[in-house]
């Protein structure tokens, strides 16, 4: 096995006779070994989470010989409202990225963060859904208000809660002077706007 061999001399060789030195390296290993175990309701009147489950799943799935290679074992806690909201930050931060590239400002209020929170978050697959909560309920209405709505050459976007659903208070560019100056490209015709358009599109697998 190679990661034995790397974990037991520090020096991995290939085919050609190159060697690597791996004794300065520092190895992180990830599983979600007891994942499943760990997201079901705890069983008893005075426990609200389960506890040891992780190390027992560990413990089952790998040998003792490679578990005593290992320095340290290191449970993951649950994400917390408050690492939920820096997830949250982050993601809206990347479309507001995206959007500026369209010359269009983009702000979401506290209320539309914590509905994503809420939407995108899972027990067991933690803050992936959200990801696809942002693909569905932001970016494909933006999408239509790109190209043919009211942001179709530029403005400004506010992302709200109305009827617990996500809406949209589109302001459209009235005036050049609300825009950047375009660089010397955005004087030509661009032929890959319309493919950098499909790419804001492009849904999250």
């Known amino acids: 096995n190679i990661l034995l061999q790397v974990m037991d001399y520090g020096k991995l060789t ?4 190159k060697t690597v030195d791996f004794r300065n390296v520092i190895l992180i290993m990830t599983t979600n070994a007891g994942a499943a175990d760990m997201s079901r309701p705890a069983i008893g009147f005075t426990r609200d989470t389960r506890e040891g489950e992780d190390t027992e799943a560990i413990k089952r799935l790998f040998t003792p010989e490679f578990r005593n290679r290992l320095d340290a074992t290191i449970a993951f806690k649950g994400l917390t409202p408050e690492i939920l909201a820096h997830v949250v930050d982050k993601f809206c931060q990347e ?3 995206q959007l500026a590239d369209k010359r269009v400002h983009l702000e979401i209020d506290p ?3 914590a509905w994503l929170g809420e939407k995108g978050y899972d027990p067991l697959y933690g803050a992936r859904p959200l990801a696809r909560v942002i693909q569905e ?3 494909r209405p933006l999408a239509d208000e790109l190209l043919f709505g009211q942001l179709s050459k530029g403005g400004k976007v506010v992302v709200t809660i109305k009827d617990g659903q996500p809406a949209f208070e589109c302001t459209p560019a009235s005036t050049p002077a609300l825009l950047p100056p375009p660089d010397d490209e955005d004087l030509l015709e661009d032929p890959d ?5 499909q790419e804001f599109l492009e849904p999250v697998a």
């Open 193 to 197: 706007d319309e493919a950098d358009d």
């Open 14 to 17: 290939d085919n050609n006779g």
């Open 137 to 139: 309920h932001i970016k």
């Open 111 to 113: 209320a539309a963060k």
């Open 95 to 97: 479309l507001a990225a």
